[in-house]
């Protein structure tokens, strides 16, 4: 059984968010794995490096998407995710410092933080959108109606 399971309800409905969700879950899994297997703390440091790197990669892509449409809650979020790839990399960089400090609670912090941050803030954003969607398309609804012309009979 995988470390890290995706779940259908962490999903924000936006595909490409989604899919770099899946992503994130994959490399967290694959650090779980090698670190579970004996792998080399050489090895380890090159998966939390690519993890550093595709977390920062997916913020940047989410925050544009948010920027996109008009997000209000934009800049606490990019302060969010700020704080989320600082910890990481600072975690990265105490690893490759130590591979003896490897314990469980980092494959737990890992774990943590990916997972709240989807079920809190993520789908924060899927409501807007959810949201936004559902108001666009009752003004477009409003629209036609108010130039049907009316029975005359």
Same mark, same amino acid.
């Given at each position: 059984? &995988?470390?890290?399971?995706?779940? @259908?309800?962490?999903? !924000?409905? !936006?595909? %490409?968010?989604? @899919? +770099? /969700?899946?992503?994130?879950?994959?490399?967290?899994? +694959?650090? %779980?794995?090698?670190?579970?297997?004996? &792998?080399?703390?050489?090895?380890?440091?090159?998966?939390?490096?690519? =993890? !550093?790197?595709? *977390?920062?990669?997916?913020? #940047?892509?989410?925050?544009?998407?948010?920027?996109?449409?008009?997000?209000? &809650?934009?800049? *606490? %979020?990019?302060?969010? /995710? +700020?704080?989320?790839? =600082?910890?990481?990399?600072? =975690?990265?960089?105490?690893?490759?410092?130590?591979?003896?400090?490897?314990?469980?609670?980092? /494959?737990?912090?890992?774990?943590?933080?990916?997972?709240?941050?989807?079920?809190? /803030?993520? =789908?924060?954003?899927?409501?807007?959108?959810?949201? #936004? *969607? +559902?108001?666009?398309? #009752?003004?477009?609804?409003? #629209?036609?109606?108010?130039?049907?012309? @009316?029975?005359?009979?």
């Amino acid at each position: 059984m &995988a470390f890290l399971s995706w779940r @259908e309800d962490y999903r !924000v409905g !936006v595909e %490409h968010i989604d @899919e +770099e /969700h899946r992503g994130l879950f994959e490399l967290i899994n +694959e650090f %779980h794995d090698r670190h579970r297997g004996g &792998a080399d703390p050489k090895d380890l440091a090159k998966v939390l490096n690519d =993890l !550093v790197q595709y *977390a920062e990669e997916h913020f #940047r892509h989410e925050e544009q998407t948010m920027l996109e449409n008009e997000y209000p &809650a934009h800049a *606490a %979020h990019c302060r969010m /995710h +700020e704080e989320l790839y =600082l910890a990481i990399f600072r =975690l990265s960089e105490e690893l490759a410092a130590d591979s003896s400090s490897m314990t469980m609670d980092t /494959h737990s912090f890992l774990r943590n933080w990916l997972v709240s941050h989807i079920l809190t /803030h993520d =789908l924060q954003f899927a409501d807007y959108l959810a949201l #936004r *969607a +559902e108001t666009a398309r #009752r003004e477009q609804e409003n #629209r036609r109606a108010s130039e049907t012309p @009316e029975d005359e009979g």
